[in-house]
């Protein structure tokens, strides 16, 4: 019985990666969710309740909870991190608070299992902008500025990434860097394809819907993609509302736009 574990499950891509789940007529699944608030996770995904397609368990409980991490992760055979943020602070390490005790778990898993143990399959969900092997910006210096503006979360991508990658040189997980683009519609259901790549050009937006869709079946591909990164791009049309949330985040955002 598959067991799938989602970290973050009220987000866009948290609740795009549900949807496509319980969609997804994998045999057996259960399907386990971390989020914080239970009400704001089935006030956006009712289905959850009714579903026959898996065995849902949710855990109620901030990452900082040990006991409820675990038990979301115990036995899980892929793991979808998508605790994440996308308020532009200096300060941010929300990526490398999750990776921590995410690994902690394993090493405990591990150590209680011993030569039974399997390392899972974790889908680390970072950015294009940081593949240097698959293109989206319109230009170079829009991509250098791009980077300069999300310096916080990019670096707090690749710290987490880091830990991940000593991780599995470990034998603790297998990890797949998953890169988006710009994503939109984090409420929305709309879907209108999507490919997957590890080199050339890809589209600069992209639905969530699709982007959860991707998730699921490159863990699905697991033994092709591991230890590996791969691009998202979209194949139709994406309304572009990049500027209009770029606009919010930074309104939102408490950073000051210093050089690094």
């Not at 368990?57 to 901030?62: L, V, Y």
């Not at 939109?184 to 959860?212: C, H, S, V, W």
Request: aromatic share 8%; glycine share 8%; proline share 6%.
């Amino acid at each position: 019985m598959p067991i799938h574990a989602v970290l973050g499950g009220t987000g866009g891509t948290g609740s795009a990666i549900i949807r496509c789940l319980l969609s997804s007529q994998i045999p057996n699944l259960r399907i386990n969710i971390l989020v914080r608030s239970k009400s704001k996770l089935l006030k956006a995904i009712p289905q959850l309740e009714s579903t026959s397609s898996a065995i849902v368990t949710i855990f109620e409980a901030p990452i900082s909870n040990t006991d409820a991490f675990q038990a979301c992760l115990n036995g899980a055979s892929t793991i979808y991190v998508c605790i994440a943020t996308n308020m532009a602070s200096r300060t941010n390490a929300i990526a490398c608070t999750t990776a921590a005790p995410l690994i902690a778990a394993l090493e405990h898993f591990r150590k209680e299992q011993g030569s039974e143990y399997k390392p899972p399959v974790v889908l680390f969900n970072r950015s294009m902008a940081l593949n240097p092997d698959v293109q989206f910006m319109p230009s170079p210096l829009v991509k250098r500025f791009t980077v300069w503006i999300m310096y916080g979360i990019f670096d707090d991508l690749l710290k987490a990434l880091a830990l991940y990658t000593q991780a599995e040189k470990e034998g603790l997980l297998t990890c797949i860097t998953v890169d988006p683009p710009a994503i939109m519609e984090p409420n929305g259901t709309e879907a209108t394809g999507y490919k997957l790549l590890q080199r050339g050009k890809a589209a600069p937006m992209i639905y969530y819907a699709d982007f959860g869709r991707a998730m699921v079946e490159i863990g699905q591909r697991r033994e092709e993609f591991g230890g590996k990164s791969v691009g998202v791009s979209a194949t139709g049309a994406v309304r572009p509302e990049v500027l209009i949330n770029l606009w919010r985040m930074l309104q939102g955002s408490r950073m000051r736009l210093t050089p690094f």
